[in-house]
């Protein structure tokens, strides 16, 4: 069976006389059984990419950690799947297949695989838009409906200019989604929260390269649990109306309001990506022109599409009341994530003016995320905040900015901003 | 009778009727010929939005282009089949007519339905729609079929509250979509009614009367009757007791007969109308002539009151030349 797309609308549809704007959540979710079993899976390819700098030796934990996660990350590949490895120093270069192409997963390809990963030794510099090129480069001869990969970096794009990162990026987006993870102490959030937003993938840090072979068989099987690819949410507006803004809220915030790509005047698509059976959220906010109290429109149809075809579809509606008691309820959801997405917000700038110096901006952006996440009841980024602020108050966002921190406690924290928590929704009676 | 003249004697000796043509065996009557059934609608036939003039695309709910809702029904319509007429106006105040009407003959006995969508209720006239029509068509298939009136107004309810129940799709949500129901049939000599909710039918002739009890608060105390618990005895409550809807009680509806002591018309109306005028002598007064001409000017007198409410009217002719109540 191929996946089965729902979708679920949150929001209230009364707005005042005169009011604007409709905010909706919807949450869609793909269910299907086990497609690796079923044997109808989509075809797909992989590219596993792993810093093999100078640094990844010291201590020789990463390099080890890292050759086991690759190996382990080969063995989840489902037979039949196009794959490659490749190391990434200053430059990228194969290591298995031994030449630029993708071979597909058997029993044997990948038994040579892991021995070639083996003999990997860590040596150079780092220059993640080489790595990302040669991937792009190789699933350019592929044919496959998934196309996903891996990196793993240890350290700063230290060697080529954001200039030229940008632009592989660029060249790169919508090709091939991407899932990048740091390991150990010199990795920076925001390059990798690049790599993930423009790649639609997802971005971490691992504390202990101990961490790697888990997180690489989960990424490599996210990967092959993918039923459908090319999946973009499709947001159809009325005349006159305009979009705020459409982001993506869950399992982290995602801002796609400027991915859109034009179908027609009143409807455009924003990418997300391949879908396995899972679940997001997405805060969709229109403004429309106010109808008369007791008028309702149609403010925006929210569908999810894949290669033409319709998975599933809902309507926002707006109905305009002159009962108070109606317009002025505020929707649980829509104050849930209005308050995840301005949390991932304040961490990044609080982060950012901590890095500049600026203690007063800092102190006040960090203080309002812990107020956030405890009030959110998201405790991951509670107990990250915590490494970077001494909290004297959560309900009030009293903080102090720690005076030692290490530095890969604020990147964890910068990379894990964008991670979201879900409301318990009301047990329905 | 043994057999059929034309076809025989039965396959079974104690079949009543004969399996070719249908006719009665025992009374030797030939199987009743198919009658002519005519309906008329005042569902919306514009295939444009009014808000914006762009041509609908498909039958989805909402203008493609402006996202304005798709009216279910016409903001004026004049329905007219000689013995059977109605109108329905969207009245002063409301921006919708959440109304509808539909009126129909076959054969000889003649039928209307009027359904007043609840404006609390979501969409209410996508239950207003679904049920008058569902209503007439199984009322007038049940008298084709040669069911009788009270019997086929029971059928033309059920048939109605299922159609209403229907409109609020898979989740009903806190207030689906919901109407009031009234019917009326006249046949040669008896007039049939059936409700369910506050619209009204009245008999306008010889002793002219209303003919229902408002399934309202207001309506069941001054009928003398009991409230259900937990509402409060408010004489001036116009709140509904019973409708149509996913959220309604299946309970059928009240279904009252008359044989009228000689010519006259039945009115059947929504509320928009009888807020204005509900004296049974008055609205006898105003209704003489063609039957349109009726629908048109008791319509006249709502608006010209002010309108403060949808208004519909169906004026059914009623040429029974004597009898006595049933």
């Given at each position: 069976m191929t996946a089965q797309f729902s979708a679920e609308v949150d929001q209230n549809e009364y707005l005042p006389e005169g009011g604007r704007v409709v905010d909706a959540i919807v949450?869609?979710?793909?269910?299907?059984?086990?497609?690796?079993?079923?044997?109808?899976?989509?075809?797909?390819?992989?590219?596993?990419?792993?810093?093999?700098?100078?640094?990844?030796?010291?201590?020789?934990?990463?390099?080890?950690?890292?050759k086991k996660a690759t190996a382990i990350a080969i063995d989840t590949i489902r037979d039949g799947v196009a794959f490659a490895v490749v190391a990434g120093t200053t430059s990228a270069y194969m290591v298995y297949p031994p030449d630029a192409r993708m071979v597909p997963a058997s029993a044997q390809t990948k038994a040579e695989a892991k021995a070639a990963v083996a003999r990997l030794r860590a040596?150079?510099?780092?220059?993640?838009?080489?790595?990302?090129d040669l991937a792009n480069h190789l699933f350019a001869s592929q044919q496959a409906e998934v196309k996903h990969a891996i990196l793993l970096t240890d350290g700063q794009n230290q060697h080529e200019s954001p200039q030229d990162f940008q632009r592989v990026l660029s060249a790169c987006e919508g090709r091939f989604v991407c899932d990048s993870r740091g390991v150990g102490n010199d990795w920076v959030a925001r390059e990798l929260r690049l790599i993930a937003s423009t790649l639609l993938g997802t971005a971490d840090g691992l504390e202990d390269p101990a961490e790697l072979p888990a997180a690489f068989q989960a990424m490599t099987a996210a990967a092959m649990g993918k039923t459908v690819a090319d999946v973009s949410l499709r947001v159809w507006t009325p005349?006159?109306?305009?979009?705020?803004?459409?982001?993506?809220?869950?399992?982290?915030?995602?801002?796609?309001?400027?991915?859109?790509?034009?179908?027609?005047?009143?409807?455009?698509?924003?990418?997300?990506?391949?879908?396995?059976?899972?679940?997001?959220?997405?805060?969709?906010?229109?403004?429309?022109?106010?109808?008369?109290?007791?008028?309702?429109?149609?403010?925006?149809?929210?569908?999810?599409?894949?290669?033409?075809?319709?998975?599933?579809?809902?309507?926002?509606?707006?109905?305009?009341?002159?009962?108070?008691?109606?317009?002025?309820?505020?929707?649980?959801?829509?104050?849930?994530?209005?308050?995840?997405?301005?949390?991932?917000?304040?961490?990044?700038?609080?982060?950012?003016?901590?890095d500049a110096g600026d203690v007063e901006t800092a102190t006040a952006k960090l203080?309002?995320?812990?107020?956030?996440?405890?009030?959110?009841?998201?405790?991951?980024?509670?107990?990250?905040?915590?490494?970077?602020?001494?909290?004297?108050?959560?309900?009030?966002?009293?903080?102090?900015?720690?005076?030692?921190?290490?530095?890969?406690?604020?990147?964890?924290t910068n990379v894990r901003s964008v991670k979201t928590v879900r409301v318990k929704k009301k047990q329905e009676g | 009778m043994i057999g059929c003249p034309d076809h025989g004697p039965p396959s079974e000796p104690d079949h009543r009727f004969c399996e070719v043509c249908g006719r009665n065996l025992i009374t030797g009557e030939p199987?009743?010929?198919?009658?002519?059934?005519?309906?008329?609608?005042?569902?919306?036939?514009?295939?444009?939005?009014?808000?914006?003039?762009?041509?609908?695309?498909?039958?989805?709910?909402y203008c493609d282009h402006c996202g304005r809702r798709r009216p279910v029904g016409r903001d004026h319509a004049d329905l007219d089949l000689t013995t059977v007429a109605g109108v329905t106006d969207r009245g002063?105040?409301?921006?919708?007519?959440?109304?509808?009407?539909?009126?129909?003959?076959?054969?000889?006995?003649?039928?209307?339905?009027?359904?007043?969508?609840?404006?609390?209720?979501?969409?209410?006239?996508?239950?207003a729609y679904a049920a008058a029509e569902a209503g007439l068509a199984a009322l007038l298939a049940a008298l084709a079929g040669g069911t009788e009136p009270t019997r086929a107004t029971l059928d033309g309810a059920r048939a109605a509250a299922a159609a209403a129940r229907a409109t609020a799709g898979p989740d009903p949500g806190d207030s689906p979509p919901s109407c009031t129901y009234v019917s009326g049939i006249v046949t040669a000599?008896?007039?049939?009614?059936?409700?369910?909710?506050?619209?009204?039918?009245?008999?306008?002739?010889?002793?002219?009367?209303?003919?229902?009890?408002?399934?309202?608060?207001?309506?069941?105390?001054?009928?003398?009757r009991p409230l259900p618990p937990g509402l409060d005895a408010d004489p001036a409550s116009k709140a509904l007791i019973r409708w149509l809807g996913a959220d309604a009680d299946d309970r059928d509806a009240q279904v009252v007969s008359l044989r009228p002591a000689g010519p006259g018309r039945l009115l059947l109306c929504s509320d928009g109308l009888h807020d204005y005028l509900?004296?049974?002598?008055?609205?006898?007064?105003?209704?003489?002539?063609?039957?349109?001409?009726?629908?048109?000017?008791?319509?006249a007198i709502a608006l010209d009151g002010g309108g403060h409410d949808n208004v519909t009217v169906a004026v059914l002719s009623s040429a029974a030349s004597g009898g006595t109540p049933s």
């Open positions: 949450t869609v979710t793909a269910q299907g059984g086990d497609l690796r079993e079923a044997g109808i899976a989509p075809s797909a390819a992989e590219v596993i990419m792993v810093d093999v700098s100078g640094s990844m030796g010291m201590p020789a934990q990463k390099i080890a950690e890292a040596d150079g510099g780092t220059a993640m838009g080489r790595w990302l005349a006159g109306a305009t979009i705020r803004f459409v982001k993506q809220v869950y399992p982290q915030v995602e801002d796609l309001t400027g991915r859109r790509a034009e179908v027609s005047g009143r409807i455009g698509d924003y990418p997300t990506g391949a879908w396995g059976a899972e679940s997001r959220d997405y805060h969709v906010s229109i403004e429309v022109e106010p109808d008369a109290v007791g008028e309702e429109m149609l403010a925006a149809r929210v569908s999810l599409v894949s290669g033409g075809q319709l998975l599933t579809e809902k309507l926002v509606l707006a109905r305009w009341t002159d009962d108070t008691a109606l317009s002025t309820k505020i929707n649980p959801q829509v104050a849930h994530y209005t308050g995840q997405a301005e949390l991932a917000a304040v961490i990044q700038e609080g982060l950012k003016a901590r203080g309002r995320a812990v107020q956030l996440a405890a009030a959110s009841g998201h405790e991951g980024t509670a107990k990250l905040l915590a490494r970077v602020v001494d909290v004297v108050d959560a309900p009030t966002g009293t903080v102090r900015l720690k005076k030692q921190v290490a530095g890969v406690d604020a990147e964890l | 199987a009743p010929q198919p009658v002519a059934t005519t309906r008329l609608s005042s569902r919306a036939a514009d295939p444009t939005c009014p808000s914006c003039g762009t041509a609908y695309a498909g039958d989805e709910g002063r105040r409301h921006r919708r007519n959440e109304d509808a009407i539909a009126i129909g003959r076959t054969g000889d006995v003649t039928a209307a339905v009027v359904c007043d969508g609840v404006s609390t209720s979501t969409h209410p006239d996508t239950a000599d008896v007039v049939t009614v059936g409700w369910i909710g506050d619209s009204r039918a009245y008999w306008l002739g010889p002793d002219p009367a209303c003919l229902t009890v408002d399934d309202s608060v207001a309506g069941q105390l001054a009928a003398g509900s004296d049974p002598g008055a609205l006898a007064a105003a209704s003489s002539g063609q039957l349109i001409d009726v629908a048109r000017r008791l319509t």
